[in-house]
């Protein structure tokens, strides 16, 4: 089974729209950490946010915040206000605590900003 | 606070000639190092990650090596290149949270 899922190949938001991310993940852990990197077409990955698996708050950086829910095995980022320099692939990934020192990444979604 | 450093940021060889890219990491010790690749729009591929000095887990059987001479140097081989080697390849360095070097493209011809 895949450790990461990402179902969304492509996304499209309009300029100053918000846009949801979707990540589901598979882990019998109950330690875990869960990222998202950036990666334009440059193709450096940048790190954007982390989410602890015993974190009760999600977790938020500037415009990029973390929808955690647990029960649901899902991290979704929600980008607010997006721009146009946020236009990139945006990877999902796990890292399980207690299996090594492995991380686990999703397949990716494109996202294109509209302006 | 810590760098990763990653070159070259573009490479073109030969089918059957050796390729070795380099990996350094500044600013930590002891860190947990990592090569990736990734084909055009894909994701990435774990190939190798090390805990240590000399230690070295392979991922992906294939014709390329790793090795890690110092505590923060990473290096990625290969004797003979091929085709399918073509690709992107990423360093990664990690604590808690994984750090990526700028990338190598690297096209066999």
């Known amino acids: 089974a895949q450790k990461i899922t990402q179902t969304q190949p492509g996304m499209f938001v309009q300029e100053k729209e918000a846009v949801t991310l979707d990540c589901t993940y598979d882990?019998?852990?109950?330690?875990?950490?869960l990222f998202w990197y950036k990666q334009p077409s440059s193709g450096e990955m940048i790190f954007l946010i982390y989410?602890?698996?015993?974190?009760?708050q999600n977790a938020t950086e500037g415009r990029y915040s973390l929808n955690f829910q647990k029960a649901r095995k899902s991290a979704n980022l929600v980008i607010s206000a997006s721009q146009l320099g946020d236009s990139a692939m945006y990877f999902c990934?796990?890292?399980?605590?207690?299996?090594?020192?492995?991380?686990?990444f999703g397949t990716g979604t494109s996202l294109t900003v509209i302006p | 606070s810590q760098t990763i450093h990653q070159w070259p940021a573009t490479l073109v060889q030969p089918v059957g000639s050796p390729l070795s890219l380099e990996c350094t990491v500044e600013?930590?010790?002891?860190?947990?190092l990592y090569w990736y690749r990734q084909a055009a729009g894909r994701g990435l591929q774990l190939l190798f990650y090390?805990?240590?000095?000399?230690?070295i887990s392979s991922e992906v059987p294939q014709n390329l090596s790793a090795s890690r001479p110092q505590d923060r140097q990473f290096i990625l081989s290969s004797k003979k290149l091929l085709l399918s080697d073509s690709g992107f390849y990423l360093c990664?360095?990690?604590?808690?949270?994984?750090?990526f070097g700028a990338g190598t493209r690297l096209s066999v011809l």
């Open positions: 600013g930590t010790s002891n860190p947990n």
């Open positions: 882990t019998s852990d109950q330690s875990y950490g």
């Open positions: 990934a796990m890292r399980e605590a207690f299996h090594g020192n492995q991380f686990y």
């Open positions: 989410q602890g698996s015993y974190d009760e």
């Open positions: 090390s805990v240590g000095i000399g230690q």
């Open positions: 990664a360095w990690s604590r808690d949270i994984q750090y």
